[in-house]
């Protein structure tokens, strides 16, 4: 289990700048990694009105989540430590970006929800996010097979009790860069008229991901949008993000007293595991549905899908490396850093909760 222990890296000579556009509800910056000009994401918690910070171990369920998922054989964006001694908080999780702006470009779930829908705000129509929602645009935008992506995290979520997959927590990579490779390539084999196409459609493409990737506030009317991400999904390779963003979870709300309660008594804590919820819906105005009946709504569809994600999870999964994972998950902090190291009743409290939820799924 040694692949999946997370580094630690201190940052604090990188270069920073805000990362103004996330839709989470944690603090999250941009850094510059100088020796080789790579961009990195560093998240910490919020920071409240007294000064404090929500749920101060919330970075540990982000890295924990990321490194079972690794170990369990899902695609998931990589975590590990980050270290700002010039940062308010100082510690947090640390990922490389997902893109490299001259290659490729994310596009997070609400842009293709909210191009298919113009009416749709997510703050005030928290009842239409919902699986047929998220199926009808990813038909529309040519995405469709991109569906047992999305269910595959919704798997992953019910494995790690996350409650928080919201519009901008997945999205699709569109690989701009490769794509006009691609063409190019065709080009130069091919001749005559199939090369003038080709080329109508190289530069289609690249004015089409030119206009997508402008921030000027003209381009941001829903119908261009929506007209400029359809021609992004048909023309350009996109494929399904890594699951990234998956830090809501874990029990990372609780008190240790709760924890302290909960590892006492069996009942209370699988009570605890079964009234998760998830954030997607399975129909439109009903409440939110549990992690585990979610998939069971969704297995009659997808039951070749599931079946093959259980028995992935099943063969991969045992509690002795759970507890190599999570007890050494903070093995690489420096000692004088020792006072960020996640408490050993959390680790316990992991250590219990993960094995119930695997159990459930199976049951599914």
């Known amino acids: 289990m040694d692949n999946y222990i997370p580094s630690f890296t201190d940052i604090s000579e990188w270069g920073k700048k805000p990362y103004s556009n996330t839709g989470g509800t944690r603090a999250k910056n941009i850094y510059?990694?100088?020796?080789?000009d790579t961009e990195f994401f560093f998240k910490g918690s919020k920071r409240l009105d007294d000064g404090t910070f929500k749920y101060p171990t919330e970075f540990w369920s982000e890295i924990i989540a990321s490194k079972i998922g690794e170990w369990l054989g899902f695609n998931i964006l990589d975590y590990n430590?980050?270290?700002?001694?010039?940062?308010?908080?100082?510690i947090g999780c640390l990922s490389k970006s997902m893109v490299v702006h001259t290659e490729n470009k994310l596009s997070e779930g609400v842009e293709y929800l909210r191009g298919y829908d113009p009416g749709y705000i997510p703050e005030f129509h928290e009842y239409k996010y919902t699986f047929n929602f998220i199926r009808e645009t990813l038909t529309s935008f040519e995405l469709k097979a991109k569906e047992k992506d999305f269910v595959e995290m919704l798997f992953f979520d019910s494995i790690i009790g996350n409650s928080d997959r919201h519009q901008e927590n997945w999205g699709f990579i569109s690989n701009f860069k490769e794509?006009?490779?691609e063409i190019n390539s065709e080009l130069r084999v091919h001749?005559?008229?199939?090369g003038r196409i080709g080329l109508r459609i190289l530069k289609f493409a690249a004015k089409g991901i030119q206009e997508i990737s402008s921030d000027k506030e003209e381009d941001n009317s829903f119908n261009i949008k929506q007209k400029l991400l359809k021609r992004q999904s048909s023309i350009i390779n996109t494929c399904f993000s890594p699951i990234y963003d998956s830090g809501c979870c874990l029990g990372?709300?609780?008190?240790?007293?709760?924890?302290?309660?909960?590892?006492?008594?069996?009942?209370?804590?699988?009570s605890y595991v079964l009234r998760g919820k998830a954030e997607v819906r399975w129909a439109e105005g009903k409440l939110k549905p549990k992690h585990f009946d979610l998939l069971k709504m969704l297995k009659p569809e997808f039951t070749q899908l599931?079946?093959?994600?259980?028995k992935r999870v099943s063969e991969n999964f045992s509690e002795e490396?759970?507890?190599?994972?999570?007890?050494n998950i903070d093995k690489n902090l420096p000692k004088e850093l020792s006072h960020f190291k996640l408490s050993t009743i959390r680790k316990e409290l992991i250590m219990k909760l993960i094995p119930l939820r695997v159990v459930k799924l199976m049951e599914i």
């Open 321 to 327: 490396k759970l507890r190599l994972l999570i007890f």
């Open 32 to 36: 510059i990694n100088r020796e080789n």
């Open 306 to 310: 599931c079946e093959e994600l259980q």
């Open 179 to 181: 794509t006009i490779e």
């Open 81 to 90: 430590i980050g270290y700002d001694i010039n940062d308010e908080q100082q």
């Open 191 to 194: 001749k005559g008229v199939f």
């Open 252 to 270: 990372r709300e609780l008190t240790d007293e709760k924890i302290i309660k909960m590892l006492e008594d069996k009942m209370m804590l699988e």
